[in-house]
Nanobody
Framework: QVQLVESGGGLVQAGGSLRLSCAAS????????MAWFRQAPGNQREMVAY???????RVGESVKDRFTISRDGAKNTMYLQMNNLKPEDSAEYYC??????????????WGQGTQVTVSS
């Protein structure tokens, strides 16, 4: 029905930047809610940021002033611009999306994840 594919992860030095992408495809007409999550070994999954079909956004306090979330005009691709990366940002980053309009930590659709590793 809906597929989400993340890309853009990799290895980067502390202070560097990466831009993650989440491409959505399938038969559904809209995804009112899209979000980025991350999970490091030994930690619980954390919502990093979300964006709605009304372009409402929220970025978590842990990445305040460093990360920016956006989506394209067709609302089928979501981005996460990550600047001034720190070793503590190292994690598997997941894209989530939902056909429902409310904010959720358990979206209907998940991507397979992309690894981000920040070295010091």
């Amino acid at each position: 029905q809906v597929q989400l594919v993340e890309s853009g992860g990799g290895l980067v030095q502390a202070g560097g930047s990466l831009r993650l992408s989440c491409a959505a495809s399938g038969s559904i007409s809209s995804l009112p809610f899209m979000a980025w999550f991350r999970q490091a070994p030994g930690n619980q999954r954390e919502m990093v940021a979300y964006i709605t079909d009304r372009d409402e956004t929220r970025v978590g306090e842990s990445v305040k002033d460093r990360f920016t979330i956006s989506r394209d005009g067709a609302k089928n691709t979501m981005y996460l611009q990550m600047n001034n990366l720190k070793p503590e940002d190292s994690a598997e980053y997941y894209c989530g999306a939902d056909y429902r309009a409310w904010v959720t930590t358990k979206p209907a659709y998940w991507g397979q994840g992309t690894q981000v590793t920040v070295s010091s």
